[in-house]
């Protein structure tokens, strides 16, 4: 066998690894999104400051189990969920607007079913309660000047998270009672004043009570954040402006 013989069966053999690697490597990807972890960007401010826009992080499947939902297009008929785990008060959730079922939306939930939560000259209460507010300074974004009053909020099982209210006694600041039904939940963005919610319960407009079918799962991490007004417009051709992009704080940090 010639030497130029040999030399081309090694670049066959080669190639040919190589793509079994690619290969190998998409089905396990493929395999993590659908079963594990999938990723989300953040189109909008609804949950500053936990959430800012060009933050993309991993949405745990695990979190809550599996519906049809959490699969893409629905394709698998699942009634129900299968291995499921309700959320906890003060997880970060992303959910299939029960609108139409289609739309990716991410908020925290507030309420658990058979909860009453109300809202009145911007503080929460649940069953009844008030859920402490403390002021903590003000909140700026790094692309923006102008500063948001910042508060902490404690829920009744512990979690501590920051909410922003820009405007006092606001479009949604007394509101409610809403009474969350069985197997439902209801959701809040952090940046009060400018999140579509469980509070506005409009058929054609709002988000309602969202069933727990209809639940994706629980964000964990950001891996990568861009500060562009637009997540999807990161300048990826123009590597010279991605240490002024990319918010290097933010990566691996955990959503709380």
């Not at 009634?79 to 785990?85: C, L, P, S």
């Not at 939560?117 to 974004?141: M, T």
């Not at 637009?230 to 051709?237: G, I, M, Q, V």
């Amino acid at each position: 066998m010639s030497s130029e013989t040999e030399a081309g069966k090694v670049r066959e053999s080669g190639w040919r690894e190589t793509i079994k690697i690619v290969v190998h490597a998409l089905i396990l990807a493929m395999i993590v999104r659908i079963f594990f972890y999938q990723p989300f960007n953040i189109p909008s401010g609804s949950m500053k400051q936990t959430l800012l826009v060009g933050d993309y992080l991993f949405v745990s499947k695990l979190a809550y189990g599996y519906s049809r939902y959490s699969f893409p297009w629905g394709i698998v008929p699942i009634n129900g969920r299968i291995f499921g785990t309700e959320p906890k008060r003060g997880d970060v959730a992303v959910f299939k607007l029960p609108r139409d079922n289609s739309t990716d939306f991410i908020k925290r939930v507030i309420g658990l079913p058979g909860d009453e939560i109300s809202v009145r000259s911007g503080v929460l209460y649940i069953n009844g309660q008030a859920v402490p507010k403390v002021r903590k300074g003000d909140f700026i974004a790094p692309e923006e000047d102008r500063p948001i009053p910042r508060y902490e909020e404690t829920l009744p099982n512990g979690v501590k998270y920051f909410v922003l209210d820009a405007t006092p006694n606001g479009q949604f600041d007394n509101v409610g009672p809403y009474k969350v039904p069985a197997g439902h939940y209801f959701m809040m963005g952090d940046n009060r004043d400018n999140s579509t919610d469980s509070r506005e319960q409009s058929p054609r407009f709002g988000v309602g009570y969202v069933p727990f079918e209809n639940l994706v799962g629980r964000a964990e991490i950001i891996f990568f954040s861009a500060a562009v007004d637009d997540p999807n417009a990161f300048r990826l051709t123009q590597p010279w402006h991605w240490p002024m992009d990319i918010r290097w704080s933010r990566i691996f940090s955990l959503v709380r």
